[in-house]
């Protein structure tokens, strides 16, 4: 088992970092939040379970810092109030606790980092219709399947397993991975 799961770990990231098609994905989802992020807008994430932990962890890097010091970026995580998620969830529906946020803090111009490793979760893919309507690009995380939210993203990581935890494990990567290249976009210059 201990091996196994090491192994699988090890695959992956070699699978993702071999594939050229992968890397053009990071590049335009670079552009799009750096672009974002010049423009004075703000980058927006959800998730549900292990993602919403994803989702918080990213934002956090953006606000505090990633490699070095440097001011802070605009990165919210839609998942961590909980007397508006439980507001929404009660009034509306748990499918709603993510659109509403979007309607109510979402501006044109922003980003919005969706995270499903099935692709299916309808709180997610209501506020990917939400982010879109608003004029809020869609950065997509999702699994091998990519489920309903392959078509619906402008941009959509597919991560080549079927395993929730290793689908988990390629997200983390490529959130760090974008993390790190946006603060060197943005900051590169300064930091010496
Ligand atoms: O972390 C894990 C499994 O590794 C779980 O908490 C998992 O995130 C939850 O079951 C989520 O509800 C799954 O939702 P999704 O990724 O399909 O949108
Ligand atoms: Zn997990």
């Known amino acids: 088992m201990l091996e196994s799961e090491f192994s699988k770990s090890i695959a992956l990231l070699t699978t993702m970092r071999n594939d050229t098609g992968l890397h053009d994905q990071v590049q335009q989802a670079l552009e ?3 672009s974002a992020l010049k423009s004075g807008k703000k980058i927006l994430f959800a998730g549900n379970g292990g993602s919403a932990a994803d989702a918080q962890h990213w934002a956090g890097e953006l606000v505090s810092r990633f490699y070095f010091d440097r001011p802070g970026l605009p990165g919210i995580a839609l998942t961590t109030d909980t ?8 009034d509306y529906g748990y499918d709603y606790v993510f659109a509403r946020q979007i309607e109510a803090l979402g501006a044109e111009g922003d980003v919005f980092y969706a995270i499903s490793t099935s692709g299916n979760s309808k709180n997610i893919i209501r506020a990917i219709d939400a982010a879109r309507a608003k004029g809020i ?6 699994g091998q399947s990519g489920g309903a939210m392959a078509s619906a993203c402008d941009i959509c990581f597919r991560i080549p397993s079927t395993e929730t935890p290793r689908i988990q494990e390629g997200h983390e990567a490529l959130g760090h991975l ?4 946006i603060e060197q976009e943005m900051f590169g ?3 010496h």
């Open 137 to 142: 690009k869609v950065i997509g995380f999702t």
């Open 32 to 34: 799009i939040s750096v």
């Open 189 to 191: 210059d300064a930091r």
């Open 178 to 181: 974008l993390c790190a290249l």
């Open 83 to 90: 007397s508006i998620i439980t507001a929404v969830g009660n």
